[in-house]
């Protein structure tokens, strides 16, 4: 598949739900959700979470890489639902505060798709499944993760 640019939010978010539904038809160990703080994601529509449904698999891995979930609980309620029966293969960390704007956005699935955005402030992207570029961007996701710290857990504890 040659890359496909998008242009617009809608496209974006119709690229994601698209990529979501890719990796519930094919198959993929792993996903990777990078973003300062994944505002403009559907994560929460119905057709999203159906994908992530029936992705999971015990042997399956997401994990999301943001600033901050701060807008998770108001914003992506029905992800969090999915994300309590699934936390045993979703993990989410925080990017160190001291490097603020050196995060893409972007969705990779290692070999199967990629969906990155260009420009935040006008939705331009790409859609792409250039094997190299998936590795590259792999690489750069392990890295992320690694200089990231756990946080926002999928259960609240407490006394």
Do not use: Y
Request: with cysteine; net charge positive; glycine share 6%.
């Amino acid at each position: 598949m040659p890359a496909q640019p998008f242009a617009s939010r809608v496209d974006f978010e119709q690229a994601l739900r698209g990529a979501f539904a890719l990796a519930a038809r094919e198959g993929c160990a792993r996903i990777w959700l990078v973003d300062p703080d994944f505002e403009h994601w559907p994560l929460s529509e119905p057709g999203v979470n159906d994908s992530l449904r029936r992705w999971g698999l015990a042997h399956r891995r997401l994990t999301l890489v943001a600033h901050h979930f701060d807008m998770f609980p108001r914003r992506h309620a029905r992800f969090l639902a999915w994300r309590r029966s699934w936390s045993h293969i979703v993990e989410c960390r925080a990017w160190p505060k001291d490097e603020e704007g050196a995060l893409p956005s972007l969705w990779l699935a290692p070999g199967l798709r990629m969906v990155r955005l260009l420009d935040s402030a006008r939705f331009r992207g790409v859609i792409d499944a250039d094997p190299d570029a998936m590795r590259e961007w792999s690489g750069r996701c392990d890295v992320f993760s690694q200089r990231a710290s756990p946080t926002f857990s999928a259960f609240v504890l407490g006394l």
